[in-house]
């Protein structure tokens, strides 16, 4: 069954560092999406991305954060400085249709850890 | 700003035993979806509520929606360990295409023998 993949599963850096967050969605789905949650709480829209262009965005997605398809399979987030505050996992989620059928389906998580 | 809220957020039952979990949301969206998590896993799609009166089924648990009043339910039957869980409601936050998800805080589920 098709399935949505996060590269790495856990990293760890600096504040103030750049991290790259990297997806790969299910391949026929159009829509792609990032999520966080913070350990122990809810989970919190990012952004949406859709023919090559954001779709819409939280007032989390501020100017550190970024999202590019670099190919045809790869969806990434990239955060320029991290901050403490941006330690949380960070879901990755395709769909396929949009529209009034809306099913997201969520990959395994990369844990953002900052020091 | 879209609130979705759940109760109860922790609830702690019995095998065997009957319970209901309660989403309310404060939009007039007609799209309501349940998620299950593990802990330290990622969030699997249990149910797609796409009208008002939609009843869906799955095994020991069914969802219903009423979009009148806003409210989605998740009802456990005959609950086994299985189902300890934590489960998410979620509603689209703007009604068009690639719309992001709002979500409640979960309600950890915990059934003991």
């Known amino acids: 069954e098709p399935e949505v993949t996060q590269t790495p599963s856990h990293q760890v850096t600096q504040m103030g560092q750049e991290v790259i967050l990297r997806c790969v969605p299910i391949?026929?789905?159009?829509?792609f999406y990032w999520y966080r949650q913070i350990l122990g709480q809810k989970v919190e829209f990012l952004v949406s991305?859709?023919?090559?262009?954001?779709?819409?965005k939280s007032e989390i997605f501020d100017d550190q954060f970024s999202v590019e398809r670099p190919d045809g399979s790869n969806f990434t987030l990239k955060i320029r400085s991290t901050k403490l505050e941006d330690s949380a996992m960070y879901f990755c989620?395709?769909?396929?249709?949009?529209?009034?059928?809306?099913?997201?389906?969520f990959g395994p998580g990369t844990r953002l850890t900052v020091l | 700003e879209l609130k979705v809220e759940q109760n109860p957020l922790f609830l702690s039952m019995q095998e065997g035993k009957n319970y209901t979990i309660y989403c309310n949301y404060s939009?007039?969206?007609?799209?309501l979806y349940w998620y299950r998590q593990d802990p330290g896993k990622s969030l699997e799609s249990l149910f797609v509520?796409?009208?008002?009166?939609a009843v869906k089924q799955e095994g020991r648990l069914m969802a219903s929606l009423d979009t009148k009043a806003r409210l989605s339910t998740l009802h456990i039957t005959a609950a086994v360990h299985d189902l300890s869980a934590t489960y998410f409601c979620?509603?689209?936050?703007?009604?068009?295409?690639?719309?992001?998800?709002?979500f409640g805080k979960g309600t950890h589920l915990i059934i003991q023998p």
């Open positions: 939009t007039t969206s007609d799209r």
């Open positions: 391949s026929n789905h159009l829509y």
């Open positions: 991305f859709y023919n090559n262009e954001i779709s819409e």
């Open positions: 989620a395709s769909s396929g249709l949009g529209g009034r059928y809306n099913e997201q389906f």
């Open positions: 979620a509603v689209d936050r703007a009604g068009g295409g690639a719309d992001g998800l709002t």
């Open positions: 509520l796409l009208s008002n009166g």
